[in-house]
């Protein structure tokens, strides 16, 4: 055998077919920008920065290379690029100047959207206390902060949810089966509370809804989203019931071997074994989206947001999130700022509340930039310690 044969074959990445979607939509978005738009208009020029966004993956992926992430990272440069170019987005002199003029509101509002960890630390830890993990409320806090970090600040939207998976095993004893199911449902039960806060909204403001037709088609997309909500209530809440009168507890291994589907089926009914889990864990995500709503109400008062009444933002605010949660940019950064920006314009029209938006967003990225950074802090410390051969060198 020579040399060159005893060495491993390095694996290459896996192509997705996917990734020629992007690829495909440039030559329409070029046909938008050329002609189906108005020259020079706000759908001529989103067309135009997109389509020059979407250029630097198309070329990797003409390479032989994956460029998935290629893709979301210049996609929400051209994201950005459009929103600085246009004067009506674009934040400006005066919008930093309102924010020092009002910088209690500001304060108010960074502080309500903190809440959201606090929150979400609490689920957290209700969730994995029921499935047998002995994990106290400090460490169930530190994991957010850091799994906020990761993902904030890796290229992917996950990193977060494998970091916390990882300390789960390694420091804290769980099974990898287990773990990963604790956090898959911790990121599943957001969305229920998510609905939760937005029919009330809709309700409560149905005429403004039904007056703008983009927002009103959007009824039936949130109703089956709703239905859909209810039934994963319905079997959570009949798993864990089942799973107590069958004198299982907290122990997530199933008794006997069986098929991969009864197994998730034991893994996801081991975090809610207790009568007041579910319902606790929804209205902790509930709580955590009011707050981001209140922050929003705040920075949108401080900015002077005009004709938007404050029960309009539990409509605005939670679609605007929606569309930030759509995989494409990292972090949906662009995206976001452009939702939040044209809802509130809808809301309001020809009260310039636009560029307000791009900055109400602004403000919420950078609480939770500031959040992700104090996870990062004690990422970094760990890290030090366990050099230093301190209580953390299990990383």
Known sequence: MTQTDAQ??????????????????????????????????????????????????????????????????????????????????RPDRASWTRIRENLPLVVLGFALSFTQTLWGTLRTQRLLTDSGVAIGMYDAFTLCLTGSFFNIFLP??????????????????????????????????????????????????????????????????IAGAAVLCLVLVCYLASAGKSRRENGNGNDPAPREKTGWLRRSHDMVAANVTRRATLPLALFHGFLSHCACIAACLCFGLALGVEGVPPLRY???VPLAMTINAIPGAPGGLGQGELAMATLLDMAAPGMGNA?????????LRLSTMAMGLLGGAHYALGRRGARNGGADAWR
């Open 8 to 89: 491993p074959a390095i694996a290459k990445p896996i192509l997705s077919p996917w990734e020629w979607l992007p690829a495909a939509l440039l030559p329409v978005l070029a046909f938008v920008h050329l002609y189906a738009a108005a020259p020079g208009g706000l759908l001529s020029r989103f067309a135009l920065f997109v389509g020059l966004g979407l250029i630097p993956g198309t070329l990797w992926r003409f390479a032989g290379k994956s460029s998935w992430n290629i893709h979301r990272l210049f996609f929400a440069l051209g994201l950005v690029a459009f929103v600085l170019e246009n004067p009506n987005l």
């Open 314 to 316: 539990f409509l605005l």
């Open 156 to 221: 992917g939207s996950n990193g977060g949810d494998a970091y916390r998976v990882y300390v789960l095993t390694r420091r804290f004893g769980a099974k990898l089966s287990a773990a990963i199911a604790s956090i898959t449902l911790d990121r599943l039960l957001g969305l229920p509370s998510l609905i939760f806060v937005l029919l009330p909204g809709m309700l409560l403001d149905y005429g403004f809804l039904r007056s703008h037709s983009l927002l009103s088609g959007l009824i039936p997309f």
């Open 355 to 363: 560029q307000a938006g791009v900055v109400i967003m602004l403000l």
